[in-house]
């Protein structure tokens, strides 16, 4: 640990806790002669573990990735999906507990109770276990990105309803006489629960209560045989969750004893250490949960306790706040293109102006065809790029331009 606070370090002896495995990003190695050659080459896919200047280390996929863009808009079939499986639950807990709790003795009432936590364990496996194979589907190409982002946006729902019916549990617990569920294990099993509910997928959700039916979001949906990624563009915010499956391992001792999570977590994110104020909780012998608060957003990262490396990391970061690359010019037909790319794979700024006047001009602004957005009248777009290599253009009813964009 490198700038933890004697405030901090006191926090921590209260808390307890464990943690995963985190990948940090690639540097930026752009070019500044602005050619579609020479972008070509200036990242790789399959991004390593490397110290990132300026800013956040982050999470990277490993392996042959398939990364495409999806318009989210809501449906009635994933709503449909996600009633029933809260009137499974909810008929489920009913008749563990709730339809003969009243009548029943204390031991009675006590084995109920057990049953039911136990199933809402099972559940957990299970949300865990559809996710896993929904990803790996997707990137053998046996499923679709529609269909893996409503499997993940379920997972939100049903861990919702699971962890309120493990409050309710907690509820009908204390009503039995020498019988509790251990507060420090259902802490951990409700932190398990928060794998699935991200601030990305709460943000998708939150379009299904918007009536107009219009509301959409362009979201980069990337997977690999190990583990996935999702990111979106908010505004000006740039959001990202990345899993890393390979980085997971249950059936493996705690790696860690004291402060070492919490340590090993600062050396995975040595410029979040530096200029963040972390909140650390000890979930062991499971894993580490941090969240940092730190001048460019919000960084929150599970460590396995197992492999001792970050599992699922989740990022919130202001997009104007990142270190800058400037490329460009891209000149085209009557249109001219220059970008301001972010460190690894985040988001990068594109700006289009006339090729005349060198005004700003409203373009729209598609990735391999698809439609991701409009410059707008000060010419420019935050974009959320595709891994890999992908054609970038800029149209106008008066002119065109194109760029190769790798990330």
Request: net charge negative; glycine share 6%.
């Given at each position: 640990?490198?700038?933890?606070?004697?405030?901090?370090?006191?926090?921590?002896?209260?808390?307890?806790?464990?943690?995963?495995t985190?990948?940090?990003?690639e540097?930026?190695?752009?070019?500044?002669?602005?050619?579609?050659?020479?972008?070509?080459?200036q990242?790789?896919p399959?991004?390593?573990?490397?110290?990132?200047?300026?800013?956040?280390?982050?999470?990277?996929?490993?392996?042959?990735?398939?990364?495409?863009?999806?318009?989210?808009?809501?449906?009635?079939?994933?709503?449909?999906?996600?009633?029933?499986?809260?009137?499974?639950?909810?008929?489920?807990?009913?008749?563990?507990?709730?339809?003969?709790?009243?009548?029943?003795?204390?031991?009675?009432?006590?084995?109920?109770?057990?049953?039911?936590?136990?199933?809402?364990?099972?559940?957990?496996?299970?949300?865990?276990?559809?996710?896993?194979?929904?990803?790996?589907?997707?990137?053998?190409?046996?499923?679709?990105?529609?269909?893996?982002?409503?499997?993940?946006?379920?997972?939100h729902?049903?861990?919702?309803?699971?962890?309120?019916?493990l409050?309710?549990?907690?509820?009908?617990?204390?009503?039995?006489?020498?019988?509790?569920?251990?507060?420090?294990?259902?802490?951990?099993?409700?932190?398990?629960?928060?794998?699935?509910?991200?601030?990305?997928?709460?943000?998708?959700?939150?379009?299904?209560?918007?009536?107009?039916?219009?509301?959409?979001?362009?979201?980069?949906?990337s997977?690999?045989?190990?583990?996935?990624?999702?990111?979106?563009?908010?505004?000006?915010?740039?959001?990202?969750?990345?899993?890393?499956?390979?980085?997971?391992?249950?059936?493996?001792?705690?790696?860690?004893?004291?402060?070492e999570?919490?340590?090993?977590?600062?050396?995975?994110?040595?410029?979040?250490?530096?200029?963040?104020?972390p909140h650390?909780?000890?979930?062991?012998?499971?894993?580490?949960?941090t969240?940092?608060?730190?001048?460019?957003?919000?960084?929150?990262?599970?460590?396995?306790?197992?492999?001792?490396?970050?599992?699922?990391?989740?990022?919130?970061?202001?997009?104007?706040?990142?270190?800058?690359?400037?490329?460009?010019?891209?000149?085209?037909?009557?249109?001219?293109?220059?970008?301001?790319?972010?460190?690894?794979?985040?988001?990068?700024?594109?700006?289009?102006?006339?090729?005349?006047?060198?005004?700003?001009?409203?373009?729209?602004?598609?990735?391999?065809?698809?439609?991701?957005?409009?410059?707008?009248?000060?010419?420019?777009?935050?974009?959320?790029?595709?891994?890999?290599?992908?054609?970038?253009?800029?149209?106008?009813?008066?002119?065109?331009?194109?760029?190769?964009?790798?990330?």
């Open positions: 640990m490198n700038n933890a606070t004697p405030a901090l370090l006191a926090l921590l002896l209260v808390l307890s806790v464990p943690a995963m985190v990948v940090a990003a540097p930026a190695r752009g070019t500044e002669d602005g050619s579609n050659a020479a972008l070509g080459r990242a790789s399959q991004l390593l573990q490397t110290d990132v200047a300026n800013t956040t280390n982050r999470l990277q996929l490993t392996g042959d990735v398939r990364s495409e863009y999806i318009d989210y808009r809501p449906n009635l079939g994933m709503a449909l999906a996600s009633a029933d499986d809260e009137l499974r639950i909810d008929h489920e807990q009913y008749t563990l507990v709730e339809e003969e709790f009243n009548s029943a003795t204390a031991d009675e009432r006590a084995a109920m109770i057990q049953r039911a936590y136990e199933r809402l364990k099972e559940r957990a496996d299970e949300l865990e276990q559809r996710e896993r194979e929904a990803v790996r589907a997707h990137a053998a190409g046996d499923h679709s990105t529609a269909q893996l982002l409503q499997t993940l946006i379920r997972n729902n049903e861990a919702e309803i699971l962890s309120e019916r409050d309710e549990l907690d509820a009908y617990a204390d009503r039995v006489p020498d019988y509790s569920l251990s507060s420090r294990q259902t802490r951990v099993d409700k932190n398990v629960f928060e794998f699935h509910r991200t601030s990305l997928r709460a943000s998708l959700d939150r379009l299904s209560e918007i009536p107009t039916g219009r509301s959409h979001q362009n979201v980069v949906v997977t690999s045989e190990t583990g996935y990624s999702l990111s979106m563009m908010e505004s000006s915010n740039y959001i990202v969750e990345t899993t890393r499956f390979d980085n997971r391992d249950e059936s493996a001792p705690d790696q860690f004893e004291d402060l999570a919490f340590e090993r977590t600062m050396e995975l994110y040595p410029w979040a250490d530096e200029h963040g104020s650390f909780q000890d979930n062991s012998p499971d894993h580490y949960w969240e940092i608060g730190h001048s460019q957003g919000r960084l929150e990262i599970y460590l396995d306790a197992g492999t001792g490396d970050v599992h699922r990391e989740v990022q919130e970061l202001i997009a104007p706040s990142l270190p800058p690359e400037s490329l460009g010019p891209w000149r085209g037909d009557g249109l001219n293109m220059t970008m301001n790319r972010t460190p690894t794979s985040g988001p990068i700024k594109v700006m289009i102006t006339d090729q005349r006047t060198g005004e700003p001009v409203n373009a729209a602004i598609t990735f391999d065809g698809t439609e991701i957005g409009r410059t707008g009248d000060d010419g420019s777009l935050w974009v959320t790029p595709l891994l890999g290599t992908h054609q970038l253009e800029a149209k106008t009813s008066d002119g065109v331009v194109n760029a190769t964009v790798t990330r």
